[in-house]
């Protein structure tokens, strides 16, 4: 935790967003730059190679999903934090299935905010409650059991109970007390859940995902 | 595609049948009836059958313009052209045609078995080459046409949701932003709207009809959520998991979560409220958080009846429970939990 201030690139088309989330962060990160679409975003990861890079999910041109896809092979070490005022579950789903290591929402307050680019930067994952919320719907329905890997298409009872209290708005510091583990385990467990999600064949995810906005 | 799913080709089949029957029909009144005489009767069939499939072609009937109107905003937002607009499409226009070629042979073959044809064969030649020239020259305009006629309805469509659309966000985003900008030296209220707003937006962009509330669990904690902010202000965020109908039972858990959240909108100071809902048929439980002081449940007095009441107590005559938990400085947890359906 005591590393440097991690190195974040904002991306996000509202000029005035932008310069928002930059004082939202402080001076517990180092902001290396700032772009407004998908082209010159791409250009920035490759040449400046932040930490984290903070992704809006809406832009012109293909959005946060584009960025990930196209720098993903060529910058593995940058790491994705989704940051959009979009709750629909099928953006949700479809930039950590891109690649980010987390999803907030834009009304996310400062601190947690620089909690959570310290988290990404570190390699963990970060949920918000309402992303834990997608995650036990997606996860919750009965599905024929035939040709899914039960590994990666299950929770844990652990992995649900983290999740339950991340959507309960509990931190992880609060979790690991509640559960009596430790917050790296917290963290692995969040971790884990994040991979199942990316790794998950099933294609009924995003099927509910977007069942889930259409019919909802 | 299953072949029943292709409504031309069942229509087609009903035809042939109803052709069948007709000839059967016919055959038995040539054997034993009245009979006019085959040069006439039968080209009269052929016609009748070919002008049923002129008639019967939805081309033809004024189209209902089903569907579009159900189409959700942000299918408008993706720019997703409605996908109920049908294209004036190849099977009705070849039905039509069909029906066409049929009266058409009928006539000619009436004329033909009836010696018409002889003395004026040249002339129904000439304008029959002249009908075919005809079809093949304008075919392709006439196609044209279709095609152009089928996008001009999708763009009316689309500039009527548009439409619809402009005249939302006018009732609702600009009223708002002109709240705001009048009350923009009082915070607290600018944020209550702003919240206000943003609920009501995304709920309209999701599709999410606030007249659900009286069905659904879920809907009925975020109308209550809802109210909670704009009575008390401070921020609720809803997160459901599941679905359940509103019975009765459920009913109490949602008004001793109101109850809960109203508190802690009240007592928990800056940060937001966090309800998260559990939902299915056989189990309930909806907890609602805040990041305030906290205080020690033990020490509140006896006569303080607020929690006790209306939200422990609610649900044990609901037939459930609900838990508090608090200490100083870690926040306030009440967990309502309801087991089993609602009562019949």
């Known amino acids: ?216 | 595609m299953a072949p029943t799913a292709n409504p031309s080709r069942g229509a087609l089949r009903i035809a042939l049948g109803t052709g069948l029957l007709l000839c059967a029909g016919l055959l038995l009144v040539r054997a034993t009836g009245p009979w006019p005489g085959d040069a006439i009767v039968w080209p009269a069939a052929v016609a009748a059958v070919g002008g049923l499939l002129i008639w019967s072609s939805p081309s033809s009937r004024p189209r209902a313009r089903r569907g579009w109107a159900a189409h959700r905003p942000h299918e408008l937002l993706s720019r997703r052209p409605p996908s109920r607009v049908r294209t004036l499409g190849s099977p009705e226009v070849s039905r039509g045609g069909l029906g066409v070629v049929l009266v058409l042979g009928a006539g000619f073959a009436f004329l033909w078995a009836n010696g018409g044809v002889r003395p004026a064969g040249e002339a129904v030649l000439a304008g029959l080459a002249v009908l075919i020239a005809l079809a093949l020259i304008f075919a392709p305009s006439w196609r044209r046409l279709a095609r152009s006629l089928a996008a001009e309805r999708a763009e009316r469509i689309r500039s009527q949701e548009r439409a619809d659309v402009g005249a939302h966000l006018h009732d609702s985003v600009l009223q708002t932003l002109a709240l705001i900008q009048r009350d923009a030296d009082d915070p607290r209220q600018v944020a209550t709207l702003a919240r206000q707003q943003e609920r009501e937006l995304r709920a309209w962009l999701t599709g999410r009809d606030p007249g659900r509330r009286g069905e659904s669990v879920a809907a009925a904690l975020e109308a209550a959520a809802a109210e909670v902010e704009a009575g008390a202000g401070g921020s609720v965020e809803v997160v459901a998991v599941g679905e359940r109908a509103l019975d009765e039972r459920a009913g109490a858990a949602v008004a001793a979560a109101r109850e809960a959240m109203l508190n802690a909108v009240k007592f928990a100071g800056e940060g937001a409220v966090s309800v998260y809902a559990e939902l299915s048929d056989e189990r309930v439980e909806v907890f609602i958080r805040d990041r305030g002081n906290g205080f020690d449940p033990a020490a509140v007095p006896p006569e303080r009846r607020g929690v006790r009441e209306s939200i422990v107590g609610r649900m044990r005559r609901a037939g459930g429970s609900a838990v508090v938990r608090s200490a100083p400085g870690t926040g306030t947890e009440v967990e309502i939990t309801i087991d089993g359906r609602g009562r019949p």
């Open chain 1, 1 to 216: 935790m005591s590393a440097a201030a991690p190195r974040v690139l904002i991306v996000d088309d509202h000029a005035l967003f932008r310069a928002g989330v930059r004082t939202l962060l402080g001076e517990q990160v180092e902001v290396v730059g700032e772009c407004g679409e998908v082209e010159s975003a791409v250009a920035a990861i490759e040449e400046l190679e932040p930490d984290v890079v903070l992704l809006d999910v809406h832009m012109p041109e293909g959005g946060g999903v584009e960025v990930i896809r196209r720098v993903a092979d060529s910058r593995p070490s940058v790491r994705f934090l989704a940051l959009s005022v979009s709750d629909a579950a099928e953006d949700v789903i479809a930039l950590i299935r891109a690649g980010a290591r987390g999803y907030v929402t834009k009304t996310i307050s400062g601190p947690e905010l620089t909690d959570a680019v310290h988290r990404v930067s570190e390699g963990d994952a970060v949920f918000s409650p309402r992303l834990a919320g997608f995650v036990l719907d997606a996860f919750a329905g009965e599905l024929p059991a035939a040709q899914v890997d039960p590994e990666l298409d299950l929770l844990t009872v652990r992995e649900r109970e983290v999740l339950q209290h991340i959507a309960r708005g509990y931190m992880y510091k609060e979790i690991a007390a509640q559960l009596g583990i430790s917050v790296k385990t917290v963290e692995a467990h969040v971790s884990a859940v994040l991979r199942k999600l990316q790794l998950s064949s099933r294609h009924e995810l995003s099927r509910w995902a977007a069942h889930r906005r259409l019919v909802d």
